[in-house]
Every structure is written in C-alpha cells, then in structure tokens.
C-alpha cells in the first residue's frame, strides 16, 4: 500500500500553525546561523525539520543532511508500521484483527501510544476515546467522500457498542492488550503527535539542540531559531463566510515558543452539509454524533507532541466551558477560539499566560 497511511484525520487540522511560513521567514532572516531544512510525505500529510547543524553540544562533527533525512524517514515509516489503520499490515491492524478475549503482546511504541490515549480517555470521561474507529467508519469519515446520508438510529445503536476504551485491558507487565468485546483502536489523533517526538529524539540524540519538528501541523521546538531567538509560529484565525476548505491564513495568535511541544484541533473547515444542516467531522464518543457547539479550535502546548495532540482533540470534543475547566484542574497550557456569531472570542487558561506574556502582539 503508499505511504496514504496513518491519514490526517478530519477533526485534526494541519493547516492551522503556519509552521511552514515560519520555517520559510525564519531562514530568511540575515545575520543569523545557517539553518537545514528537511521535509517530505507520511501518512498522508507532510513533514518538515528544521535544525541548527553543530549545535553546542560537543559531540564532534556534525552529522551531515542526507544521513538526517535518512535516519527521520526511518522513523517516520516506523511510526506508519505500527500504528495506520490505513495499512492491513500494521501492528495496530493486526491487533484490530484480534479475535476478543485474547492477549495480544505489542511493541513498546505502540503500547505507549495506547496508554497514553487512554489516560487522557479516563480524564476527560470518555469524551476522548481511540475505541471510536467504527463510528468514525459509520460517519464516512475515514475516507475522503462526503457523507449522502446520515445514519440510522439501530445502525448508531448497533455502532455505539463496539466502541468504549473501558472494554480494552493493558497488561503493562506482559505489554499486552485485550479486547473484551469487538474493539477497533484508531490512533490518528494522537500518532502524529507522537511521530514529532520521535523525530525530536532523533535530532537530539544527534547531538542537534536548536530545531522545529512539524508533522501534519503539530510541532516540537528546541533551542533557538536561526535568529537567536525563540522559534516563531502562529495560531490560525479562521475567516467568516469563507466556502469550505479555503482559508485567508491570518493569524489569531502569534507565538515564540522553544523546549515545548504545540498541536491544535478544531473544525470549522473539516465539516459537511446535509439537508441544510452543518456536521462537524469532530465525533463525540459519547453520544455517537458530531460536536455540535460554538467552539472553533483549541491550541495545547505541552512537553511532548504526543500529550498535545491527544488533548487538542479531547478538549475540541468537550466544548470550551468544560474544556477551560478541565484545563484548569490538570494545569493544561490551552488557547481556545469561540464562535460569536460571524466573530471569534479567544480564552486561555492559566498555564498559557505566561507563553501569552513572553510572545508579541496578536496580530
């Protein structure tokens, strides 16, 4: 199968940090240090590196672009391997075959993905669940075709008991997962985060200190830039009354970020119109249906990819009063946008201040 594999998914964007912007007016700078850029496809999306070489770490000399981009792809496919549901040859697939009640021993990546989407699913009370792979199926939003009906209700109802992480057992001991009725584990809201921070161990490993990791929009970021300086990315604002799918890119928030990791979710272009009425492709597992609230995109940052992606997605799925307080009890550096009829109202919570504080102006 090509590499169209741990796909995007379509209540996770990739459009909303311009991280490709940046990488391209950060380089561009004079007077700063040479900076490699590196990018490509995986699954499904794109990739892009950009790293200060011989950073001051002391361990010789630098390792040289062509043996980078080699090792990150390497990486990249790796993270493909294990956890596409795209792919029938996955591990994740293999154990979605599974029959129910047997153990299944997984590779340590794979289990740490999973019991870290399973921590933040007990959170956040179900309303963050990677069971939720059948419902996505049902919606028809695993592929890229527009819906034409929507589901009946025996069919939800049907759906809707094959999905709930409370029938998934972990053996960490063993690293072994169990179904204990038909399960399908889908990962696309949290692997990519987990494909940055495995590209950042690369780098770093590498002796490399300075760099900005991006997969499908989510990003790590270490050291400084090219500049000296923080790295700089922005936070999308979306555009009233624009069609579906096309985007004016200005900016909400502009942000100088280093030593963190940063995803955003939201769906105001990942949505489909039947019979007059708007679905988001945001699915709440709790209930079977599309999100249906004013909130437009939430924006984590946090110290790895892999703890902001999921909870980007997780806090998109509760809605932004319950989403700022849940942010609250566990102390979640979190940039919310609110629908205001043609407007956007942002909100934050406690723990982003201080990134608010050290950033310039909105613009």
């Known amino acids: 199968m090509a590499d169209r594999s741990i796909r995007v998914a379509k209540s996770h964007l990739t459009g909303w940090l311009f991280c490709v912007l940046a990488l391209c007016l950060v380089a561009a700078c004079g007077g700063g240090r040479d900076a490699v850029q ?7 999306t794109s990739w892009h590196v950009t790293y200060l070489p011989g950073a001051a770490s002391g361990q010789g000399e630098p390792v040289d672009a062509e043996t980078i981009r080699s090792l990150l792809e390497a990486e990249l496919a790796a993270v493909d391997a294990g956890m596409s549901t ?6 994740l697939s293999a154990f979605n075959r599974a029959p129910v009640g ?3 021993a997984v590779s340590e990546p794979l289990f740490a993905v999973v019991a870290q989407a399973l921590a933040i699913g007990e959170t ?13 199926q049902l919606w028809g939003f695993g592929s890229h075709e527009t819906p034409v009906a929507l589901p009946d209700d025996d069919k939800l109802a049907a759906t809707r ?9 972990v053996d960490p001991q063993g690293r072994a997962l169990r179904k204990q009725r038909p399960l399908e584990l889908d990962l696309s809201s949290i692997a990519k985060g987990y494909a940055v921070d495995q590209l950042a161990a690369v780098l770093a490993t590498r002796g490399i200190e300075d760099y900005l990791v991006e997969v499908g929009g989510e990003m790590r970021l270490a ?61 709440d597992p709790r209930t079977g249906y599309p999100v249906e609230h004013d909130l437009v995109s939430v924006t984590v940052l946090a110290p790895t990819c892999m703890e902001a992606d999921g909870w980007a997605t997780a806090l998109v799925v509760l809605g932004a009063d319950a989403a700022l307080a849940l942010a609250e009890e566990q102390g979640l550096a979190v940039y919310l946008l609110q629908r205001r009829g043609e407007d956007f109202v942002a909100r934050h919570s406690s723990a982003f201040a201080p990134w608010l504080a050290r950033s310039p102006a909105s613009a």
């Open 102 to 104: 047997e153990w299944v």
């Open 124 to 136: 956040t009370a179900g309303a963050y669940d990677v069971t939720v792979g059948p419902l996505v």
């Open 161 to 169: 008991e094959r999905v709930g992480q409370q029938w998934l057992e």
């Open 223 to 283: 050291g400084h830039s090219p500049r000296g300086d923080d790295w700089r990315v922005a936070v999308e604002r979306p555009e009233a009354g624009l069609p579906r799918g096309v985007s004016a890119q200005s900016v909400a928030l502009g942000l100088s970020l280093s030593d963190i990791a940063v995803a955003t979710s939201g769906d105001y272009r990942n949505f489909f119109e039947l019979e007059g009425r708007r679905y988001s492709h945001t699915l």
């Open 38 to 44: 590196l990018a490509g496809a995986t699954m499904g």
């Open 86 to 91: 795209w792919r029938d040859d996955s591990e």
